[in-house]
């Protein structure tokens, strides 16, 4: 039986050898109870393969190689998978911290950057080897470890992050890797929870859940400080309570406008970013968690926490209305847009599906399986700043 | 009918409540039943789990393994879930479930074994 096996799986990865394939419409879907990812064509809608054995993967997260062929994929337990899209097989695992939120891959594709709850800090890795490079700890005074969210790189080989517990910003120059460069922002805000970069890497902005509004880091202008910007937005005595902590990492930036979710209110936020005036504050049914814009910036799609989380709502960017409520089921808890934006992929756990809508008519293409899926990243990402 | 029974059952657990607190951690209050245990175990993997953890070994909450409640009594992390906690990013739980199921799922986490 065995030789029969070893016969087939090596009679297998001959024929992996002898296809050829491309991986630029690649994706990986995060299955978080198997603690598995599935390697997925966006053009075929097709499975083509399944990773086991990648560790908790209750929250995960996925950068790219620039070359598109390695997804690393960034575990709730501190586990750092590489991925070959290449010959469906995991390249290399390591356990690097005991609890872990999230990643990022450096402007020149050779650091993989993790941020971790415990031990508090950032640890970066070698992209080919994942050989430690350097360790963080984000010690905010008398040894004080604190979490560490809202992880992005940025231009000029930096990785900018925020401290939850000390409510600092820092950004992290590793331009010589033997000695990176720490720049500290302090005092931005209580509890800052996850933060975004806009898509030219040049505005750092991070949540705020411990009191009003955001922290913006112009990093053209660092000297200039953090600002805060909508500080009144949400008072804190009508604040509705989060039964899950907004995402920002999934930006969400057309044209002049950010759209951001308030936290505490049932409100997507759109600001102007050449005032950070709010434009408009737009009522939704719960409390938002992705608010993500298509690639063309013509639509953004928003789902929710629990109770609301079997919902989808569409904005119309053109006139920042109401464009449609979608119903894909049970749990849905996170979306991803083909290259262009013809079509997203969206994740709904508790009926372990992956639906596929075109954008344009907000039409259901087709549905796949996927246990529990909680996550789906295409290669597309490779090549765009803070994802 | 149904009613009734329900009130002769919550009395049923008061006095079992009343005769065995002090002597037992976890107070056997009214059972869930079947259905709503599995929605309550449902809810403490993924939507107590996306704070604390699919494990409970911690996230951005604290974990709440058997080790880390010990020593807190079974009230006070009732009204932790019930309530929430002011200055913290713990939401009330009010809406989804009452006090003997806050109080079932905290037997749950004492003798979990993730």
């Not at chain 1, 096996?5 to 990865?13: D, H, I, P, V």
């Not at chain 1, 979710?261 to 968690?289: F, R, Y």
């Not at chain 2, 009214?30 to 996306?50: F, I, M, T, W, Y």
């Amino acid at each position: 039986m065995k030789k029969i096996l070893s016969l087939l799986s090596f009679l297998l990865s001959f024929n992996v050898l002898a296809e050829l394939r491309a991986t630029g419409d690649l994706g990986i879907v995060i299955e978080r109870e198997d603690g598995a990812a599935l390697i997925i064509n966006t053009t075929e809608h097709k499975q083509l393969a399944k990773i086991s054995n990648l560790g908790d993967l209750s929250h995960a997260s996925v950068v790219f190689s620039r070359d598109q062929r390695y997804a690393y994929i960034f575990g709730r337990d501190g586990g750092l998978s590489k991925i070959d899209l290449l010959q469906d097989k995991l390249d290399k695992r390591i356990i690097q911290a005991g609890n872990s939120i999230g990643g990022a891959i450096s402007q020149d594709g050779k650091l993989i950057a993790v941020s971790n709850y415990t031990p508090g800090g950032v640890k970066v890795f070698s992209s080919a080897t994942l050989e430690l490079i350097a360790d963080i700890p984000a010690d905010y005074g008398d040894g004080k470890l604190s979490k560490v969210v809202g992880l992005v790189d940025a231009p000029g080989q930096r990785f900018v992050f925020s401290l939850f517990d000390a409510g600092e910003i820092w950004t992290l120059d590793m331009k010589n890797p033997q000695k990176p460069v720490i720049e500290k922002f302090k005092n931005i805000g209580k509890l800052p929870y996850d933060a975004l970069i806009s898509p030219d890497g040049r505005y750092y902005i991070a949540g705020l859940f411990g009191e009003g509004g955001m922290a913006l880091l112009d990093l053209w202008n660092t000297g200039n400080g953090v600002k805060r910007i909508l500080p009144d937005y949400v008072k804190a005595d009508e604040k509705l309570p989060v039964y899950k902590m907004p995402h920002l990492e999934g930006w969400a930036v057309a044209g002049d406008y950010i759209f951001v979710p308030a936290i505490g209110k049932h409100e997507v936020l759109v600001i102007d970013k050449q005032n950070w005036q709010l434009v408009k504050a737009i009522p939704v049914p719960g409390q938002p968690v992705f608010v993500m814009a298509r690639p063309d910036g013509r639509q953004v799609w928003v789902n929710f926490a629990m109770p609301d989380n079997n919902q989808l709502q569409v904005i119309d960017v053109k006139d920042l209305s109401l464009r449609k409520t979608l119903i894909p089921g049970k749990a849905v808890l996170h979306m991803e847009f083909t290259p262009r934006g013809e079509q997203v992929w969206v994740a709904v756990r508790d009926d372990n599906q992956l639906v596929i809508y075109d954008t344009d008519t907000l039409q259901e293409i087709t549905r796949l399986p996927a246990q529990k899926p909680n996550g789906v990243f295409f290669s597309a990402r490779a090549h765009k700043t803070g994802l | 009918m149904i009613f009734f029974i329900r009130v002769r059952k919550s009395i049923f657990g008061l006095l079992l409540l009343l005769i065995l607190s002090g002597s037992m951690q976890t107070v056997l209050a009214v059972e869930p039943s079947p259905e709503r245990q599995v929605a309550l175990r449902h809810l403490l993997k993924n939507d107590c789990g996306a704070c604390h953890g699919l494990t409970l070994q911690g996230g951005m909450g604290p974990a709440l393994l058997p080790d880390n409640l010990n020593g807190k009594p079974d009230e006070f992390l009732v009204a932790t879930i019930l309530n929430g906690r002011k200055g913290t990013a713990m939401p009330p739980w009010q809406p989804f479930m009452n006090h003997d199921e806050a109080l079932w799922l905290i037997g749950v986490l004492r003798k979990s074994v993730h």
